[in-house]
Every structure is written in structure tokens, then in C-alpha cells.
């Protein structure tokens, strides 16, 4: 016989323990971009959007380096919170989290590429938040990639890449534990009632990329770290699904 709290969903969405919210993507939102895509993750959505500078950084030409450049910037919007969020123009400084975040957005996409073959130009991949929910720095990594593999196709179309760069997918995913619980990919109410936070970012082959883990005013197992980390690759595997049918024949 089954007990009664089996069939009582203890996450307040509803969702399984290892169930990751609803996704959808809607590509080309950003028509002057070179490839664009509005990532919608639950009630997280992330603009991610691609741009083709024809040039690399100062220090790229002056060491001789061979190949391109990639870059990211990673904003909230104002009204992507419940409180409206100033803008950091308006504080005249960048805050540290929106520079610890694009900068793992960043070397996530120079993971997955090959810049000698991406040829001498940068591309610039920004990330603004319409909407926060828990799990920004994830959707706009995994929102990132598809924005890049069309602002590639858009290259390749055009002849400018000799061969593709991309080396295969990259996603990301939070993690955490919530009253005792290991719960994948977080929401806002449950990223902030959670005693272990994690965010795993993993390639195509199943290979970190990073792991980020802290305790929140608490400390976790070895076992547990495993077990967080099982439930992040399955959700990467779906993650990438998503991906795949968001690059799907457009
Ligand atoms: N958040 C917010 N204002 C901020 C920073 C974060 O409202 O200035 C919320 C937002 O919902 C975000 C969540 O807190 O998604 C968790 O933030 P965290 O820094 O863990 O990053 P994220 O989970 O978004 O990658």
C-alpha cells in the first residue's frame, strides 16, 4: 500500500525531486543579432543574444595570437526582480555577481569552441534577464549555446568560416538541497531556503565544465555531493534534448 505522502508533491510547483521546470526557446528574437534566443525556464527568462565584432582584442593582436575571441555580458533587467533592480550604469560600477556570472558564461562557450577555427573576430554574447526565478546564470549559458550555434549557422552561410568551431553542446543546471532534500534546478523560493546551493555546467561527453558548490550556512556529505551531481548530468542529458530540438531546422 502506498503511503499517503507519496502522492503529495512536496515541491510547492508540484515537480518530482529530479524534474526540471517547463522550457521553451524562441529563437531569432533579436533580429540584428547575428543569432538570438529568448530562453523561457519556468517563470526564468534569459534574452541571449550573439554579436559579430570583425576584430579581436588589443591583446590578442599584439601577442599574435591565432584565431578569435569570445565574450559575455550578463545583466538583469530592472523589472526582471520583485524589487526593481537599478541598473549599473546608474551606480556607475558593475556588481560582482553580474561579473562572476558573465565570466562563467564566457569560458562555458570557450569550452565547447575552437577559437582558431572561429577565424580573427569576437563574438559577444549578451545575456539580459527579463525575468528571475532561480537559475539565470544556468538559463543563460543554456540559452547561450543555442544563441550561438545560430549566430554560427549565420557564418557559415555566409562563407566566413572555413571550417565549424563548435566542439558540441554545453548546458547548465542548479542543483541544491531543500529541507534535507536534493532537488534539481532550483526556483527563487527554493534557491533561497536551500542549505546546499550547486551549479553544474557540463559538455556534450558528460565532462565538467565547472561545478560551483557552497553551503549555505551549512555543510554537506561527500555522498551527497555525488548524489546532487547524478541528479545534475540527467538534467543536462534533458537539457540538451531541449537544445537540440530548439536548433532543429531553423
Ligand atoms: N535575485 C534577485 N536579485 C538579485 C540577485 C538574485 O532577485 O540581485 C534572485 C533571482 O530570482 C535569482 C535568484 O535570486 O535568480 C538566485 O540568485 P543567484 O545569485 O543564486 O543566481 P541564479 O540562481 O539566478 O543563477
Known sequence: MSDVSDTIPFRAD??????LR??????????????????????????????VDESVPKWMQSQKVVGGWISAEYSMLPYSTLDRKQRDISKL??????????????????????????????????CDVLQADGGTRTASITGAYVALTLALRKLGYEGKLKENP?????????MGIVNGQALLDLNYVEDKN???????????????????????ESTFTESQ????????????QELMKHQQVALAGV
Not at 14 to 19: F, L
Not at 227 to 234: F, P
Open 93 to 126: 560600477k558593475l556588481d560582482g555577481r553580474s561579473q562572476e556570472i558573465q565570466r562563467l558564461i564566457g569560458r562555458s562557450m570557450r569550452a565547447v569552441l575552437d577559437l582558431e577555427k572561429l577565424g580573427s573576430r569576437t563574438l559577444w554574447i549578451d
Open 166 to 174: 563548435l566542439l558540441g553542446p554545453v548546458a547548465g543546471v542548479s
Open 194 to 216: 536551500a542549505q546546499v546551493d550547486m551549479n553544474l555546467v557540463m559538455n556534450g561527453a558528460g565532462e565538467f565544465v565547472e561545478l560551483q558548490s557552497a553551503g549555505e
Open 225 to 236: 555531493l555525488h548524489q546532487l551531481i547524478a541528479l545534475g548530468r540527467s538534467g543536462i
Open 14 to 19: 508540484g515537480r518530482r525531486a529530479d524534474q
Open 22 to 51: 517547463p522550457m521553451r526557446f524562441q529563437n531569432h528574437i533579436a533580429p540584428h543579432a547575428a543569432g538570438s534566443t529568448l530562453i523561457e525556464w519556468g517563470n526564468t527568462r534569459v534574452i541571449c543574444a550573439v554579436t
